[in-house]
Structure formats: structure tokens, C-alpha cells
T-cell receptor, first 114, second 113 residues
Framework: DGGITQSPKYLFRKEGQNVTLSCEQNLNHDAMYWYRQDPGQGLRLIYYSQIVNDFQKGDIAEGYSVSREKKESFPLTVTSAQKNPTAFYLC?????????????FGSGTQLSVL | GENVEQHPSTLSVQEGDSAVIKCTYSDSASNYFPWYKQELGKRPQLIIDIRSNVGEKKDQRIAVTLNKTAKHFSLHITETQPEDSAVYFCAASMRTGANNLFFGTGTRLTVIP
């Protein structure tokens, strides 16, 4: 899988623990996104970033944090404040910096709580 | 905010038949409507998108239609093949410059050989 890489594929979180999901892209895309996917539901936006050192909250940002120190990287931290973190997390990028068009997704990380 | 509803949640068709998936949206300001296909265990992939200034767009066996007045859009797959089996998501974007897509809940399409 080239283009956008997420790791790890599976992740387990203990009670009270923060965990970080990695997302790296080599597409030279300006915009990057984090979505959460729950069974039977559509994708919901957690955070997005249009440029380096800038990011904005999405619809369900509570309990999550991000950083965008490099254009290629947009890691997501699931903090202990997120009480229901079990979900499939998808990172995406887009050449269109000003709109969420033609998103290119990573393969996802399945996060589960121990 | 925008609310996108998608029907049906599951759809089974015989190979060679057509499949239609429908979505409605709530915000008349939405002007961009993509469709994503997610095969089992794989990433969602954009298969077709349409803007509000056109009513229909085709790409081989796939077409999308948009009715702005009724605020609904549909995905049409003709001559279905087993490899079309996947979950399909519709989405809507409220306006150019918005960085959020509002997704429907998905349709699991099964093409029976």
C-alpha cells in the first residue's frame, strides 16, 4: 500500500491510557483528516488539517488530540478522556486543501479497549 | 448541520442485474456529492462524484443522478459483477471550502453469482 500509510493495523488500549495512531502520506497532499467508523454508521470527522501547524476540530473531537508538525504526518492521540474509543479509525488526505474532495484513505487502525 | 440518509442498508442482486442506492440530504447549500466503495477489510475508495451544477454523471457501469429540488441523489450500477460486492457510502459537502463530508450510514451490496 503506497500513498497513505496507517499504523498499527490493530491497537489495544488499557483503561486510563493514551494511545497514538500514526498516519503518513507521500502524496504531497495539503489536507489531512481523521475519521471514526463505527459499525452501521457513516464516517464521522474527528479532526482535519489544511496546512502544517494548523488543525481544526471536526464533529467528534472530544477526547482526541492531533498535531501537524510535518506535511507528511498527522498523528491522532486517543486520550483517556475518550470513554468509548473502540472503533475503526481512518486517516485520509486530499490535494484540495480547502475542501474535503477526492479523499484518499489509509487502510485504517482498529482500536479496541482491553 | 447536514444530515445524510442512505437506503437501503443492505441490497442483494443477481449478477448482471442493476443496483440502485439512494441518499437524501438536508442542507440545500450542499454542492458536492461523492460516492465511496469499501470492500471488506479495505480502505474506502472514491468511485464517482458529482457537483450540484450537473444532474447526472456516468463512468462506465456507474452513474450518479442528482435532484437538487428534492435533495436526493442516487448511485446506479448496471450489469453488476461479483467484484461490485462492497459497502457503498454516499456523502455531501455543505459548501466549497468546507472541510467536512457528511456520510450516509452505508449500503452493503451483495452480488450473487
Amino acid at each position: 500500500d503506497g500513498g497513505i500509510t496507517q499504523s498499527p493495523k490493530y491497537l489495544f488500549r488499557k483503561e486510563g491510557q493514551n494511545v497514538t495512531l500514526s498516519c503518513e502520506q507521500n502524496l504531497n497532499h495539503d489536507a489531512m483528516y481523521w475519521y471514526r467508523q463505527d459499525p452501521g454508521q457513516g464516517l464521522r470527522l474527528i479532526y482535519y488539517s489544511q496546512i502544517v501547524n494548523d488543525f481544526q476540530k471536526g464533529d467528534i473531537a472530544e477526547g482526541y488530540s492531533v498535531s501537524r508538525e510535518k506535511k507528511e504526518s498527522f498523528p491522532l492521540t486517543v486520550t483517556s478522556a475518550q470513554k468509548n474509543p473502540t472503533a475503526f479509525y481512518l486517516c485520509a488526505s486530499s490535494m484540495e486543501g480547502l475542501s474535503a474532495e477526492k479523499l484518499f484513505f489509509g487502510s485504517g487502525t482498529q482500536l479496541s479497549v482491553l | 448541520g447536514e444530515n445524510v440518509e442512505q437506503h437501503p442498508s443492505t441490497l442483494s442482486v443477481q449478477e448482471g442485474d442493476s443496483a440502485v442506492i439512494k441518499c437524501t440530504y438536508s442542507d440545500s447549500a450542499s454542492n458536492y456529492f461523492p460516492w465511496y466503495k469499501q470492500e471488506l477489510g479495505k480502505r474506502p475508495q472514491l468511485i464517482i462524484d458529482i457537483r450540484s451544477n450537473v444532474g447526472e454523471k456516468k463512468d462506465q457501469r456507474i452513474a450518479v443522478t442528482l435532484n437538487k429540488t428534492a435533495k436526493h441523489f442516487s448511485l446506479h450500477i448496471t450489469e453488476t459483477q461479483p467484484e461490485d460486492s462492497a459497502v457503498y457510502f454516499c456523502a455531501a459537502s455543505m459548501r466549497t471550502g468546507a472541510n467536512n463530508l457528511f456520510f450516509g450510514t452505508g449500503t452493503r451490496l451483495t452480488v450473487i453469482p
